[in-house]
């Protein structure tokens, strides 16, 4: 039997969200294109298998999760501790600054950058929580909507792989892993969403 048959875990980041400096990182919904590359899915092979769908707290990630689960007919579950990287210190920063902050970000994952969640830190929160749910799945597959950060040190985890952003995801976002649920292997590291039709 081929790791197609089993059972399989998704991350998949929210794709391209509308920016405002004046509102909470945590409150961005997605953008035209985002709703675009989400609603594409619509007719997607490999997520018909799906009977879960887990979502972070964040807008962006809760409007992905619930265009998905329409299509499929499920209901998004919602959980606490899956959100991005605490980045709440320093709240909206331009492209270059947040780039150079994110860099450090990865580079040292045992220090607070500028008073951001240490990755070490923001790796263990996810991964807890994630096996927690993982461990009490019953059948099918299962997608979590979340973010690029939090899912690149999700991955490295699952990868045994150091902390690195050689493994962040492609920028824009809208990207996938998939794991094998029995024996916890990562199939791919991060691809396209477009690649789920």
């Known amino acids: 039997m081929g790791y197609e048959d089993e059972p399989i875990f998704r991350y998949l980041s929210h794709p391209q969200v509308k920016i405002d400096a004046k509102t909470p990182v945590p409150e961005w919904g997605l953008s035209d294109l985002g ?9 997607s092979k490999k997520l018909i298998k799906t009977t879960t769908i887990i979502t972070s707290t964040e807008v962006k990630a809760l409007e992905t999760a619930n265009i998905i689960a329409s299509f499929l007919n499920l209901k998004p579950e919602i959980y606490e501790n899956l959100h991005e990287n605490d980045r709440s210190s320093t709240g909206f920063l331009k492209p270059d600054e947040f780039e ?7 580079a040292e994952p045992e220090k607070s950058i500028s008073g951001w969640e240490r990755a070490i830190d923001a790796q263990a929160r996810i991964v807890k929580k994630t096996m927690s749910i993982i461990k009490t799945h019953k059948n099918g597959d299962i997608l ?8 690149t040190l999700l991955m490295c ?29 990562l199939l791919h590291q991060w691809l396209p969403m477009e690649k789920l039709t």
Do not use: C
């Not at 979590?144 to 899912?151: A, F, I, N, S, T």
């Open 35 to 43: 709703i675009k590359r989400t609603n594409a899915l619509y007719n």
């Open 100 to 106: 150079t902050v994110a860099d450090k970000f990865f």
């Open 144 to 151: 979590m909507v979340g973010h690029g950060g939090v899912g």
């Open 157 to 185: 985890h699952f990868a045994n792989l150091p902390i690195s952003r050689q493994y962040d995801q492609p920028s824009g976002g809208g990207n996938f892993f998939s794991v094998q649920l029995n024996s916890l292997k």
